[in-house]
Nanobody, 123 residues
Framework: VQLQASGGGLVQTGGSLRLSCAVS????????MGWFRQAPGKEREFVAG????????SYADSVKGRFIISRASAENTVYLQMNSLKSEDTAVYYC?????????????????WGQGTLVTVSS
């Protein structure tokens, strides 16, 4: 499976941005999908996850109420809508997929990773 993340860029504090992750390979519905991020000098951390058919989602406390994860089966794509962005949201964002687990929030639970897309929030 291949994951291709896109949509990063420069945005002002309080603004919005939508990230996309296109998935190719096996059936999209086979994968639980997640978004992670890594800020400079910090470890990669979980941001949001969505179940195989989109019925369940989970979020890190730091983004809850501001970010929304969704998936479009017809497009084989998972999205991360980011609203009310803060400077601390600045990071490289990665999408990830797992076939093995249900809704997962640990890096070790995900077998497949895309390249990152940089989000910079300026004040």
């Amino acid at each position: 499976v291949q994951l291709q993340a896109s949509g990063g860029g420069l945005v002002q504090t309080g603004g919005s941005l939508r990230l996309s992750c296109a998935v190719s390979g096996r059936a999209f519905s086979s994968y639980v999908m997640g978004w992670f991020r890594q800020a400079p000098g910090k470890e990669r951390e979980f941001v949001a996850g969505i179940s195989r058919r989109g019925a369940s989602t989970s979020y890190a406390d730091s983004v809850k109420g501001r970010f929304i994860i969704s998936r479009a089966s017809a497009e084989n794509t998972v999205y991360l809508q980011m609203n009310s962005l803060k400077s601390e949201d600045t990071a490289v964002y990665y999408c990830a997929a797992t076939e093995k687990y249900a809704l997962a929030s640990s890096l070790d639970d995900y077998e497949y990773w895309g390249q990152g897309t940089l989000v910079t929030v300026s004040s």
